[in-house]
T-cell receptor
Framework: GENVEQHPSTLSVQEGDSAVIKCTYS??????FPWYKQELGKGPQLIID?????GEKKDQRIAVTLNKTAKHFSLHITETQPEDSAVYFC????????????FGQGTELSVKP | KAGVTQTPRYLIKTRGQQVTLSCSPI?????VSWYQQTPGQGLQFLFE???????NKGNFPGRFSGRQFSNSRSEMNVSTLELGDSALYLC??????????????FGSGTRLTVV
């Protein structure tokens, strides 16, 4: 079945630096790739998503890139701020498994002031 | 507009008991999915409901069940609780069955502790 690998598991950056989180997926039929931010005590919050017919999408300081050939997608956060500190999850919609979201294991991002 | 509402926020139950969790999706959303989140296994899909019908099911034992009502509200039930069922249970709602078209919005979850 679909599998999503996410790296790194922890990431520490200085305020103002960029952060990059990478994910790979196994199901070539997957067509939807969201990214979620989860803060302590809260549920995952959708921050950006990309569909398989698009290679890149940007929303202010956040961007996502998708390489369908390599089955790889990445989250880029520029000009990081302390409030960006959280756990980030990538996910893929496993079409071959009836349309359920398959999540990566998460990346704990720490932005140091 | 109101987001996804999950009740209760916290629960403590004893092994062997059963528990029912509730999820009210965003108004107008007809699809509800449930996920279990644990430190060791991460976020794992339990099941998805649309128009009161279970459309998809994850790899969980039959002790885990759910249902959806005509107003799209959903409940999940866990019977004969085990210590390993301790987790954050998350509900996600989507406008339609094809989540890739609409995206999923998560609630804050129900933290279940089994003692």
């Amino acid at each position: 079945g679909e599998n999503v690998e996410q790296h790194p598991s922890t990431l520490s950056v200085q305020e103002g630096d960029s952060a990059v989180i990478k994910c790979t997926y196994s199901d070539s039929a997957s067509n939807y790739f969201p990214w979620y931010k989860q803060e302590l005590g809260k549920g995952p919050q959708l921050i950006i998503d990309i569909r398989s017919n698009v290679g890149e999408k940007k929303d202010q300081r956040i961007a996502v890139t998708l390489n369908k050939t390599a089955k790889h997608f990445s989250l880029h956060i520029t000009e990081t701020q302390p409030e960006d500190s959280a756990v980030y999850f990538c996910a893929a919609l496993g079409v071959s498994q009836g349309g359920k979201l398959i999540f990566g294991q998460g990346t704990e991002l720490s932005v140091k002031p | 507009k109101a987001g996804v509402t999950q009740t209760p926020r916290y629960l403590i139950k004893t092994r062997g008991q059963q528990v029912t969790l509730s999820c009210s999706p965003i108004s107008g959303h007809r699809s509800v999915s449930w996920y279990q989140q644990t430190p060791g296994q991460g976020l794992q899909f339990l099941f998805e409901y649309f128009s009161e019908t279970q459309r998809n099911k994850g790899n969980f034992p039959g002790r885990f069940s759910g249902r959806q009502f005509s107003n799209s509200r959903s409940e999940m039930n866990v019977s004969t609780l085990e210590l390993g069922d301790s987790a954050l249970y998350l509900c996600a709602s989507s406008l339609g069955i094809h989540g890739a078209n609409y995206g999923y919005t998560f609630g804050s979850g129900t933290r279940l502790t089994v003692v």
